[in-house]
């Protein structure tokens, strides 16, 4: 009986052993097929090696961004991709910020279809970067416009005034630093400026003329700095239709697109971002005003990372 028991143990070892041998050769087996998986229809910068159609989000405060025009770039020379939806929800940003990723947009249609789908919102260079695709598709009640230029600049002389400051400069000449949050704007500094703002403004106005094939006159009415719906700047040509991704699909559909073809988002895969409008700056503001850790996208969301934003901007509320 001691044979037999002793037996049976070790059956039961050799069982137990043998099963979680097979578990962990499933395991890999698993894993090994989902490596395979990935490398057919999975990432490889956001996009498949298989044919698709990319998408590319454009969300938030517009600056200068270095792995969206890398991101830009790799959609342009992925061969399979046979089409591109540009999902746009900003209020716009810095120009240059505006500049370069119209450019970079503008690149990528001269190979590729590209059709903008606007979310909530797209205006100032938010707007710019939407018309630089051929198409643009908004939900109806999608915010469209705010066509312009700006510069914005605090005027602190009063509160100096009131604790005592006093602000002693030298200058090289009567312009240079100006204007001034320390000192009153000049009417030749005020003049300046506006030259300044005029000439940005009117090659912003350029850019919506031509791209969305409007007589100067007729787009320079728009850039008053309205805000449109979808619904209204459908009416006012600087939308093509009303929709969303779906529509996006069928317009790609007309330029020999082949719209079954899978929608793959290319994200963000360098995780840097600047730490001016990171999430942990926005932590510590948010702390700092006695609002809890959580408070920091808050912040972002509702747009204070616009606050810190410098030179020209293109955008609905800095």
């Not at 698993?30 to 998986?37: C, F």
């Not at 229809?41 to 517009?62: M, N």
Request: glycine residues 8%.
């Amino acid at each position: 009986m001691t044979l037999r028991a002793d037996d049976l143990i070790d059956r039961r070892r050799l069982r137990r052993k043998l099963t979680f041998w097979r578990i962990a050769a499933l395991a890999v087996l698993l894993v090994g097929l989902a490596a395979l998986s990935a490398w057919f229809f999975g990432d490889d910068i956001g996009g498949t090696r298989v044919d698709q159609i990319a998408k590319i989000r454009i969300e938030g405060t517009i600056t200068q961004n270095d792995e969206l025009l890398r991101r830009i770039e790799a959609v342009r020379k992925a061969a399979n991709v046979k089409g591109v939806i540009l999902l746009v929800n900003s209020p716009g940003g810095t120009t240059v910020g505006g500049e370069t990723i119209f450019n970079a947009v503008r690149k990528l249609a001269a190979e590729k279809p590209v059709v903008t789908e606007v979310g909530t919102l797209a205006a100032s260079a938010g707007y710019m970067i939407a018309s630089a695709s051929d198409y643009i598709v908004a939900h109806q009640t999608s915010i469209v416009g705010s066509i312009g230029v700006l510069i914005q600049y605090p005027d602190v002389t009063g509160l100096m005034d009131k604790i005592g400051v006093k602000l002693e400069e030298v200058k090289s000449s009567p312009l240079k630093a100006s204007p001034s949050p320390f000192e009153p704007t000049t009417e030749e500094a005020r003049a300046m400026v506006r030259k300044l703002i005029m000439d940005s403004y009117n090659w912003f106005v350029d850019i919506v003329a031509e791209r969305r094939n409007l007589p100067r006159d007729q787009a320079l009415a728009l850039a008053d700095g309205s805000i449109f719906t979808g619904r209204q700047a459908v009416a006012n040509k600087l939308v093509d239709a009303l929709g969303g991704e779906e529509e996006a699909v069928k317009w790609l559909g007309t330029k020999g697109v082949d719209q079954k073809l899978k929608v793959v988002e290319w994200k963000n895969t360098e995780r840097t971002g600047s730490f001016l409008f990171s999430s942990a700056l926005m932590r510590q503001i948010g702390m700092a005003l006695g609002l809890p850790q959580e408070s920091g996208e808050v912040l972002r969301e509702i747009g204070a990372d616009r606050l810190f934003l410098d030179g020209l901007v293109s955008v609905w509320h800095p």
